[in-house]
């Protein structure tokens, strides 16, 4: 029954990727405090997402598909803005105060999307457009769509490296920092080293044009970016609740 449903929920992907749809709303994230001494934040912004045949535009993220979307095997370019900062004029601590700046940035990647029987599987390989650090990624991630008229439910699970420029740019200690933290903070090289994560979409249409879209995610750092004395935590629960009109 389960591999029925999941077959179905392919089919309905490949026969409805031909059919242009747009639409557009408005989400509001929440990103827990990862920084020691920050506080977690809540940040609404309006959301537009384009699904064409090749082209897509999905809120913070924009790719083309070398082949018609809903093509068992696909290759697929894209970029995406990374919004992981840490910005010491507006930290909730004075430690952090001391810190320099680590910007936003911009990453692009090429994904390889296969759609199997068993669910949807991705593996994607990338890096920093923006120059702020010039770090590469790996990921892998397995998507399972269950897809009706009305909802989509899409648990998935991955894991993501990042290598050590990266890592050090988020999460690393210079010498100089230390010193002007007064000691707080340790010197630390932040090595490459990977991220776990699971995750659960959830999408339920209102009316027909009216949709409402959840999303929880769950993360955890590597065991050795995990010793970095600027970090709060080793793991984040961060989440997002969006409505949305489709034209």
């Not at 909730?92 to 810190?99: I, N, V």
């Amino acid at each position: 029954m389960k591999k029925t449903i999941l077959c179905a929920s392919l089919l309905a992907i490949s026969s409805t990727a031909s059919a242009s749809e747009f639409s557009l709303g408005v989400t509001t994230s929440y990103s827990p405090a990862v920084y020691k001494g920050n506080d977690a934040k809540f940040v609404p912004f309006p959301m537009v997402n384009y699904q064409g045949e090749n082209f897509y535009f999905r809120g913070t993220e924009a790719g083309f598909a070398l082949f018609p979307q809903g093509t068992p095997l696909n290759i697929i370019p894209h970029v995406k803005y990374d919004g992981r900062s840490l910005d010491p004029s507006d930290a909730d601590s004075a430690a952090l105060k001391t810190l320099d700046k680590r910007k936003a940035g911009l990453l692009g990647g090429v994904t390889l999307q296969a759609l199997t029987t068993t669910g949807i599987i991705e593996i994607t390989a990338g890096s920093d457009l923006s120059g702020n650090h010039d770090g590469v990624y790996a990921e892998a991630v397995w998507k399972l769509p269950i897809k009706t008229a009305d909802y989509l439910v899409m648990p998935e699970i991955g894991y993501t490296y990042y290598d050590s420029n990266f890592n050090d740019y988020y999460y690393g200690v210079t010498a100089a920092e230390q010193t002007a933290s007064s000691n707080k903070f340790t010197a630390f090289d932040a090595p490459g080293e990977g991220q776990i994560f699971a995750a659960l979409t959830y999408q339920q249409k209102i009316t027909p044009n009216v949709q409402i879209t959840t999303q929880v995610r769950y993360s955890k750092f590597g065991s050795e970016v995990s010793d970095s004395s600027i970090l709060d935590r080793d793991n984040a629960v961060s989440g997002s609740v969006g409505i949305s009109y489709i034209f």
